[in-house]
């Protein structure tokens, strides 16, 4: 990986490191309104089918964070019309008609540097979703539901935030998803 890349993506875990941390502090805020004893708001929900419908959104939010980031992803790549070509590998024995033929991306340090903003871009969407599902954590339990029932929407925000970890491999996979063809950085 080149020098120009890692710095890319050293940004992008950079960015990762922060928003991962961020639901520590919504957290925070959970612990002083339950230390300063605030009352329950009184909502006409009953906390039961509050936390079905905060699940619920949280379940189409989470979706959403995996499903979008990924797709708008693939659209950009496709939208660099990445120079492709095949390789003719080692014939089997004596006919050359019999050597397999890959397609790989013909410079994929280029490939993956084109991809960098687009996939950056992407990463923040889904990062951004993932941590909505915190913030209906937050707001669950700042109405006054109790803690235990807040959690499940923290622990779903971290798994996915963890799930999204910048890795060039990300990046080459969404290319070599994109364009059909391998996208093997060279070491």
């Given at each position: 990986m080149s020098p120009s890349i890692a710095a890319l993506l050293k940004t992008?875990?950079?960015?990762?490191f922060a928003l991962f941390a961020s639901p520590a502090f919504f957290i925070a805020v959970l612990a002083l309104q339950a230390s300063r004893q605030v009352?329950?708001?009184d909502f006409e929900m009953s906390p039961q089918t509050q936390?079905?419908?905060?699940?619920?959104?949280?379940?189409?939010?989470?979706?959403?964070?995996?499903?979008?980031?990924h797709r708008q992803l693939l659209m950009s790549i496709r939208r660099l019309n990445l120079r492709v070509?095949?390789?003719v590998g080692?014939?089997?024995?004596?006919?050359?008609?019999?050597a397999p033929?890959?397609?790989?991306?013909?410079?994929?340090?280029a490939a993956?540097?084109?991809?960098m903003p687009s996939f950056q871009s992407t990463?923040?969407?889904?990062?951004?979703?993932?941590?909505?599902?915190?913030?209906?954590?937050l707001l669950f339990g700042y109405v006054g539901n109790p803690p235990l029932w807040c959690a499940p929407f923290f622990i779903v925000c971290w798994a996915l935030m963890a799930s999204k970890f910048p890795r060039v491999t990300q990046i080459t996979g969404a290319i070599e998803a994109a364009t059909g063809a391998e996208c093997r950085l060279g070491s």
């Amino acid at each position: 990986m080149s020098p120009s890349i890692a710095a890319l993506l050293k940004t992008a875990r950079i960015l990762w490191f922060a928003l991962f941390a961020s639901p520590a502090f919504f957290i925070a805020v959970l612990a002083l309104q339950a230390s300063r004893q605030v009352q329950r708001v009184d909502f006409e929900m009953s906390p039961q089918t509050q936390a079905v419908l905060y699940a619920a959104l949280s379940v189409a939010i989470a979706t959403t964070s995996v499903v979008l980031p990924h797709r708008q992803l693939l659209m950009s790549i496709r939208r660099l019309n990445l120079r492709v070509e095949d390789q003719v590998g080692e014939q089997v024995g004596s006919f050359r008609e019999s050597a397999p033929v890959r397609r790989v991306v013909a410079d994929p340090e280029a490939a993956v540097r084109a991809a960098m903003p687009s996939f950056q871009s992407t990463f923040i969407v889904g990062m951004a979703l993932a941590e909505a599902v915190a913030l209906f954590g937050l707001l669950f339990g700042y109405v006054g539901n109790p803690p235990l029932w807040c959690a499940p929407f923290f622990i779903v925000c971290w798994a996915l935030m963890a799930s999204k970890f910048p890795r060039v491999t990300q990046i080459t996979g969404a290319i070599e998803a994109a364009t059909g063809a391998e996208c093997r950085l060279g070491s």
